[in-house]
Nanobody, 117 residues
Framework: QVQLVESGGGLVQAGGSLRLSCAAS????????MGWFRQAPGKEREFVAF???????DYADSAKGRFTISRDNAKNTVYLQMNSLKPEDTAIYYC???????????WGQGTQVTVSS
């Protein structure tokens, strides 16, 4: 059973930074593609970033140049470093895992990110 637990969300001022973590059950991130998605109030969940088991990454246009996805296989953890945050980045951020890039068989419970102006 794959388990994903996000942490690191919080309240930050515009221009600030946060690092989100997704702790996964053993061997999950070394055998799956891992992604971050977000859902703002009243909006659909949207893709933010993905990293494959081989280390290839992909980003939404809104995240390019500001966000960096990475992983630590030894710690079974995936990270999302978010810099230059904007109020429009406010959302619940979810970690996801799947057998191929952009697949989402498993979801975490989410962590709230709020960016004040």
């Amino acid at each position: 059973q794959v388990q994903l637990v996000e942490s690191g969300g919080g309240l930050v001022q515009a221009g600030g930074s946060l690092r989100l973590s997704c702790a996964a059950s053993e061997r999950t991130i070394s055998t799956n593609s891992m992604g971050w998605f977000r859902q703002a109030p009243g909006k659909e969940r949207e893709f933010v970033a993905f990293i494959t088991w081989s280390g290839n990454t992909d980003y939404a246009d809104s995240a390019k140049g500001r966000f960096t996805i990475s992983r630590d296989n030894a710690k079974n953890t995936v990270y999302l470093q978010m810099n230059s945050l904007k109020p429009e980045d406010t959302a619940i951020y979810y970690c996801a895992a799947g057998p191929a890039p952009h697949t989402t068989n498993y979801w975490g419970q989410g962590t709230q990110v709020t960016v004040s102006s």
